[in-house]
């Protein structure tokens, strides 16, 4: 009987130190993790030309894949080893902590709102806010938005904006760059508020429409990642890489390739 109550306090300890190993297991790095697996997951958009559609092969493409493809290059030597999965303006947080993303790249604009749930890179692009109109509009500036019907996307800073500058508007919201588009191609929106970098791309597909010259808040877009510990490594390897893409000019190279001089 003394034995079995020593063999059942003995598996009791080992149990209870096996636990608390497992317990206290420090979770795995993220950056660890990439170079385990060769492979970095991004999070990008399929629906916002020139920063992240799908091409005429079915392949992501646009400024923000070149990015994560060279950040791939950068951090585990080959552009390839990176997978992506699309997300949205409204999905992409929720994405990126559910662990469906390492990292989202998707003209995602830093914000001290953004900042409390997820972890931003340095900067890679400097984008602003513009309005998009027909070619024959009456709208010449943000003041004529007052009482006009405007378009924004949701998930978006557009909307904040709007409601600062031109709070007397009345705003038509739509999931998506192409709704937006939509919407104003069938007049029943006057205008779109959006960054200017997503407009490029509606504009340069579309005749008849124009991007007025005036650019009203400056919007850095960053990478980002979780606001975790195990993601820090990863964030500062981000960093390094887009340091040496910005002192090497290939930020540059790939903004040239994907957003040519257009006349507002």
């Known amino acids: 009987?003394?034995?079995?109550?020593?063999?059942?306090?003995?598996?009791?300890?080992?149990?209870?130190?096996?636990?608390?190993c497992t317990l206290n297991r420090p979770k795995q790095n993220?950056?660890?993790?990439?170079?385990?697996?060769?492979?970095?997951?991004?999070?990008?958009?399929?629906d916002s030309k020139p920063f992240g559609f799908i091409d005429e092969?079915?392949?992501?493409?646009?400024?923000?894949?070149?990015?994560a493809r060279e950040i791939?290059?950068?951090i585990l030597g080959d552009e390839n080893a990176v997978e992506f999965v699309f997300v949205t303006p409204q999905s992409r947080i929720s994405d990126l902590n559910s662990k469906k993303a390492d990292?989202?790249?998707a003209a995602m604009s830093i914000t001290p709102a953004r900042s409390g749930v997820v972890s931003f890179s340095a900067p890679y692009y400097?984008?602003?806010?513009?309005?998009?109109?027909?070619?024959?509009?009456?709208?010449?500036?943000?003041?004529?938005?007052?009482?006009?019907?405007?378009g924004f996307v949701l998930g978006t800073t557009g909307e904040r904006t709007i409601r600062h500058l031109a709070p007397a508007a009345s705003l038509r919201a739509a999931k998506t760059y192409p709704e937006i588009?939509?919407?104003?191609k069938n007049n029943e929106i006057e205008a779109i508020l959006a960054d200017d970098s997503m407009l490029y791309?509606?504009?340069?597909?579309?005749?008849?429409?124009?991007?007025?010259?005036k650019r009203y808040t400056k919007e850095y877009y960053a990478v980002a990642l979780r606001r975790t510990p195990e993601s820090e490594e990863l964030r500062e390897a981000v960093n390094a890489a887009i340091n040496v893409m910005s002192q090497r000019g290939i930020l540059n190279k790939i903004k040239s390739k994907w957003i040519p001089p257009l006349h507002s």
């Open 201 to 213: 791309g509606l504009v340069s597909e579309n005749i008849g429409y124009k991007i007025l010259p």
């Open 1 to 20: 009987m003394k034995n079995l109550f020593l063999i059942f306090i003995s598996a009791s300890v080992l149990f209870f130190v096996l636990a608390g």
């Open 72 to 74: 791939a290059r950068q």
């Open 103 to 105: 990292m989202v790249i």
């Open 126 to 150: 400097e984008a602003g806010q513009a309005i998009m109109v027909k070619s024959g509009s009456d709208i010449a500036s943000l003041n004529d938005l007052n009482g006009a019907n405007v």
């Open 30 to 46: 993220a950056l660890s993790h990439a170079r385990l697996m060769n492979k970095i997951t991004v999070g990008v958009k399929n």
């Open 57 to 67: 092969n079915g392949e992501p493409a646009g400024f923000d894949v070149d990015v």
């Open 181 to 184: 588009f939509n919407l104003l």
